[in-house]
């Protein structure tokens, strides 16, 4: 679906909003039209735990509803929708600055104005990546591929399979029923539950617009040894290459050991089990090498389109030095690295930072440098030494968590930072704290009340999509 943005100007700060596509493995519940009465949901919850309780089109149009929400509207009706949603977030933001004694800046009321979004240039089969989980379908086979609906409170939880969302490619519904396929025939059970036992976790499945596809298996070890381990990778191996799942023509086969919901490869190495270690992408003239989990943006011809954004935002000139955070595999840094004088990117993962700098060095990019740690330990280090005498413009691009308080104080407190872009997949949620932290609030605790430290926002605004 389509990916807004919505960007604010404070005296000397840039702040950029981009709401993305709501990620696969984080779903939202049930369809809101469901009957009512808790002598309803109790019968409810019981024949979907028992399965079959709704056909098939109902499933698939739930799962629809929970993922891809505004489907049901033509795409124009779409867009207005998440113009509506951006207000919002700014009326939410005006409100806690009028709180403390700001002004409105802008004659609609806003504290900046809102652009119209701008359309994806994608609308289906947009994703470059999935995540699918494994848990009991619709007809309570717990070795189901699919997405959720409902919530592990409500103990109504069923994977419901993707072939008909729109968002999802080709490759990626067909490189998921291979999997379902080959779980379904393992002597082994699918985890659903830790403590319960059973091994086979979620798939996560990368393409490219090179016809690249990576596929990524998560497997809990439970109490299996070595032998055991390496004849269940062996088995895999074999299906997605002499077997039924041949025909997806995997790129790269990956297999994670995990014992956590998520686990990064410092935790617990990604192990290549056939095929190249990376895959390829192209975004604006430049090719960019991806690692397992490496964070690159979901949609690539969207992302063309938020970094040319970026680029006309930042108002970088050729004597500008540009700090990236949370650069990932460098994609915003290396877009604009011909345009400003030297990039700085920071990333957590350090597998990103690789990728990141085999990227500037394939594209002959030679004025960027790469640092591997947590923006709040690097950021405060780099910036407090700061000496350079070239404008700095900072672009931030931090997961749903938004940024540490410490990196927005060091940003804050750096002089020579002239505009700040901030790119947030869900304003209004955390990154909101770091918008009033920005502007001059600091809000030590969910419930504590903002106080004021000074920086009043006189903002421009614009929204993409």
Not at 161 to 180: G, I
Request: glycine share 6%; charged share 20%.
């Amino acid at each position: 679906m389509a990916l807004p943005h919505a960007s604010m100007l404070t005296r000397r700060c840039l702040r950029l909003l981009t709401p993305q596509p709501v990620l696969l493995s984080s779903l939202p519940g049930w369809d809101c039209r469901q009957p009512t009465g808790e002598r309803a949901a109790k019968r409810r919850r019981k024949k979907d735990r028992e399965g079959c309780s709704l056909p098939a089109s109902s499933w698939e149009e739930r799962l629809a509803d929970a993922v891809t929400p505004l489907w049901r509207l033509p795409y124009q009706e779409q867009l207005q929708v998440k113009y509506e949603s951006l207000r919002e977030v700014l009326q939410t933001l005006t409100s806690h600055l009028l709180e403390l004694g700001g002004a409105v800046q802008d004659p609609s009321g806003l504290c900046c104005p809102l652009q119209p979004v701008v359309p994806s240039p994608t609308i289906n089969g947009y994703r470059n990546k999935s995540t699918f989980s494994v848990n009991r379908g619709p007809d309570g086979n717990p070795k189901t591929v699919g997405l959720y609906v409902g919530t592990g409170r409500a103990r109504n939880i069923v994977c419901v399979r993707t072939d008909h969302m729109k968002n999802t490619p080709l490759q990626h519904k067909q490189v998921a029923q291979c999997y379902e396929q080959f779980i379904r025939r393992s002597l082994l059970g699918s985890c659903i539950l830790f403590h319960e036992g059973g091994h086979w976790r979620e798939l996560v499945v990368r393409t490219s617009q090179h016809g690249h596809t990576m596929a990524i298996v998560t497997f809990h070890p439970q109490q299996l040894d070595q032998e055991a381990l390496a004849a269940q990778k062996a088995l895999l191996r074999e299906f997605f290459t002499c077997g039924p799942g041949a025909e997806c023509a995997l790129t790269s086969l990956y297999f994670q050991e995990s014992t956590m919901t998520r686990c990064s490869h410092e935790h617990s190495p990604f192990q290549l089990l056939h095929g190249e270690p990376h895959i390829f992408e192209d975004v604006l003239d430049l090719r960019f090498r991806i690692s397992p989990d490496a964070f690159f943006q979901v949609n690539t011809s969207g992302a063309e389109v938020l970094y040319r954004v970026v680029r006309e935002l930042s108002q970088a000139a050729g004597d500008t030095v540009l700090l990236d955070v949370c650069c990932g595999t460098g994609t915003i840094g290396l877009s604009l690295a011909r345009h400003v004088s030297k990039v700085i990117g920071v990333e957590i993962v350090q597998k990103a930072i690789e990728d990141a700098r085999w990227n500037a060095a394939f594209n002959g990019i030679s004025n960027c440098e790469f640092h591997s740690g947590k923006a709040e330990a690097v950021i405060p280090a780099l910036l407090s030494s700061w000496e350079d005498a070239r404008p700095l413009v900072a672009v931030v691009n931090p997961s749903r968590a938004g940024i540490h308080h410490r990196v927005v104080k060091a940003i804050r407190s750096c002089r020579a930072i002239r505009r700040l872009l901030y790119i947030s997949c869900k304003p209004e949620g955390e990154a909101m704290r770091n918008f009033l932290d920005t502007a001059g609030c600091r809000i030590p605790h969910p419930h504590a009340p903002c106080r004021k430290v000074g920086l009043q926002p006189t903002s421009k605004a614009s929204s993409w999509d």
